[in-house]
C-alpha cells in the first residue's frame, strides 16, 4: 500500500485551515478591541497632562507633569527619570490651571485665517 496523497490538495487543505485560524483570530481581536476601547477610561480628560517640558542639556529634560492633586517636576534623561519635587500648594496649583482654562482650543482653519490675514495687510 503505496499512498501518496496528491501535493496540490494537501496545500490547498493547509493554507484553507491557516485562512480560517487567522480570520478567527482577527475577528476576536476586532471585537475585543472595540470592547476594551469602550471600557477603558471612563471619562475623556486625561488624568496626567505635560504642561511644559525644557531641555537642560543633551537628552537632559526637566518636565511638569500634572496630576490629579499636585503637580511633578520630573529630570528626565536618557535612562532614567527622577523626581525632583512635587507641588501641592493650592494657589501654584490655581496658578497653573488659569492660563489652561483661559486658552480657548482654536482649529487649523482658524489659525490660518488669522495667518493669511498678515499677509493680506
Do not use: W
Not at 490547498?12 to 483570530?25: D, E
Not at 471619562?43 to 496626567?48: A, G, H, P, R
Amino acid at each position: 500500500m503505496n499512498y501518496h496523497p496528491d501535493l496540490l490538495s494537501t496545500a490547498l487543505k493547509m493554507i484553507t485551515a491557516l485562512v480560517i485560524v487567522l480570520g478567527g483570530l482577527f475577528i476576536v481581536f476586532y471585537f475585543l478591541k472595540r470592547i476594551l476601547k469602550r471600557d477603558a477610561g471612563g471619562s475623556s480628560e486625561k488624568l496626567i497632562r505635560v504642561l511644559s517640558s525644557s531641555y537642560i542639556g543633551v537628552k537632559k529634560t526637566i518636565s511638569l507633569i500634572e496630576v490629579p492633586g499636585s503637580i511633578l517636576v520630573l529630570g528626565v534623561t536618557s535612562d532614567n527619570i527622577c523626581l525632583l519635587t512635587k507641588i501641592e500648594d493650592e494657589e501654584i496649583l490655581n496658578r497653573f490651571k488659569r492660563p489652561e482654562e483661559e486658552k480657548k482650543s482654536t482649529s487649523f482653519s482658524d489659525q490660518l485665517n488669522k495667518i493669511s490675514s498678515k499677509f493680506k495687510e
